[in-house]
């Protein structure tokens, strides 16, 4: 665990921040941002993440990922990089936790379906929502609305954003209208968020039978680990030689991460995390060969998997699912549980509908295909 004592100038420093939205006494026993963490994995949105969507739906396998594991994993490569690098680790561990919170069921299916439904009245990100669920949404404290969290947390899962959204957002919009960068912990939760993306939906792809290891021996990342790992291990049967492969492959990436990243600070000559914001350009990076490595798996996974016709029959389902629930509550908000019916009931246009939106994206999957077959009876 990193300490005040073992963080770098340049890491996010509690006594430095910009604090609450809402004052509160300070914790007795944990840092601020240990406690950000902790309200996030409290939280309701937390939880359901057990029950959404990563690739596959949800009750299409036990096994797969859902959003819950991949902000685990997440968490896991983020919270490494950051004591490697002397960074904030709670802060880390927080924002990777919480970057997921906003996402509707059904992956990005759901969310772009969402965002069609809502093109008229704002749209809809997920990146956005999750800063609007530890804003507003969350209902669990007397004194404040939603989670509270630190300045930092929050700007940490708002990843990128518009202009006009930013000028709404007050404080925390700020730095993309003067084009400035997040702190370093923002910026290795972004690229944790990627590395676990890329290589653990590698695992899912091979569990489900969409993906061969001829096609994966194909792509150089997956390769010279798949050769290493054959060559000591010869008689290894499949299911623990993906896995061996796909652990030694985020070794690589992340070890490369920390030590390119650990590079480009020091030519940076940054000291102070205001001097990282004033950067003009991120600091966390991975070297240019690894990079076009990392680029090459995820343009494989797009082709192989993410356009494969079994995953594009869970799309269309997913999408029909989202459009017809959208429909359906704007015909008829009384279809709706009475905390959001009750909240609709006194507004109209665009606010009605981000109501119907905040309403949709709470749910799982499982829990969407309920409703949705409940719209028939």
Same mark, same amino acid.
């Given at each position: ?5 073992? +963080? ?19 914790? *007795? ?8 963490? %902790? ?33 685990? /994993? ?23 936790? !919480?970057?997921?919170?906003?996402? $509707? ?23 956005? @929502? ?22 930092? $947390? ?20 700020? &730095? ?7 702190? =370093? ?5 972004? =690229? ?26 194909? @792509?150089?990342?997956?390769?010279? @680990? ?13 299911? &623990? ?14 070890? %490369? ?5 650990? &590079? ?71 279809? +709706?549980?009475? /905390? ?6 006194? =507004? ?5 509908? &981000?109501?119907? !939106? %905040?309403?949709?994206?709470? +749910?799982? %999957?499982?829990?969407?295909?309920? *409703? ?6």
């Amino acid at each position: 665990m990193t300490t005040n004592a073992s +963080m770098k100038s340049y890491a996010a420093n509690e006594s430095a921040s910009r604090g609450r939205r809402f004052d509160e006494p300070r914790p *007795a026993f944990r840092g601020e941002f240990q406690r950000d963490r %902790d309200r996030i994995i409290h939280s309701t949105a937390f939880r359901r993440l057990v029950y959404k969507t990563q690739v596959f739906v949800n009750h299409e396998g036990d096994l797969y990922r859902t959003r819950l594991t991949h902000s685990l /994993e997440v968490s896991q490569i983020g919270r490494s990089a950051a004591v490697a690098l002397g960074l904030n680790e709670p802060l880390t561990e927080a924002i990777c936790l !919480a970057h997921d919170l906003g996402h $509707t069921p059904f992956g990005h299916a759901g969310q772009d379906t969402l965002n069609e439904c809502m093109r008229d009245h704002g749209g809809f990100e997920h990146n956005l @929502q999750s800063l609007r669920v530890v804003d507003e949404l969350e209902a669990k404290y007397a004194d404040f609305p939603g989670l509270n969290l630190m300045f930092e $947390t929050r700007e940490g899962i708002l990843k990128h954003c518009s202009v006009r959204n930013a000028r709404e957002l007050g404080d925390v919009g700020e &730095r993309f209208l003067e084009r400035k960068q997040p702190g =370093l912990e923002a910026q290795i939760a972004n =690229l944790a968020d990627a590395i676990a993306y890329n290589n653990h939906d590698v695992d899912d792809g091979f569990r489900a039978g969409l993906l061969s290891l001829d096609q994966l021996r194909e @792509q150089s990342l997956f390769a010279e @680990q798949y050769d290493r790992v054959h060559a000591k291990y010869p008689s290894l049967e499949d299911r &623990r030689l993906i896995y061996e492969i796909i652990r030694r492959m985020i070794g690589k990436v992340v070890t %490369d991460l920390i030590e390119e990243t650990g &590079r480009q600070i020091e030519a940076a000559g940054v000291r102070s995390i205001d001097e990282v914001r004033d950067a003009g350009q991120p600091l966390v990076n991975m070297s240019p060969p690894v990079y076009e490595q990392h680029v090459a798996l995820k343009r494989f996974l797009n082709k192989h998997l993410y356009s494969h016709e079994q995953k594009l029959d869970m799309t269309r389902r997913a999408q029909a699912i989202v459009r017809e629930l959208f429909e359906a509550y704007s015909s008829d908000i009384g279809r +709706m549980p009475p /905390e959001f019916a009750d909240r609709a009931a006194s =507004l109209d246009g665009a606010e009605r509908a &981000r109501v119907i !939106a %905040d309403y949709i994206a709470g +749910m799982t %999957d499982r829990y969407a295909i309920a *409703a949705h077959e409940g719209l028939a009876g």
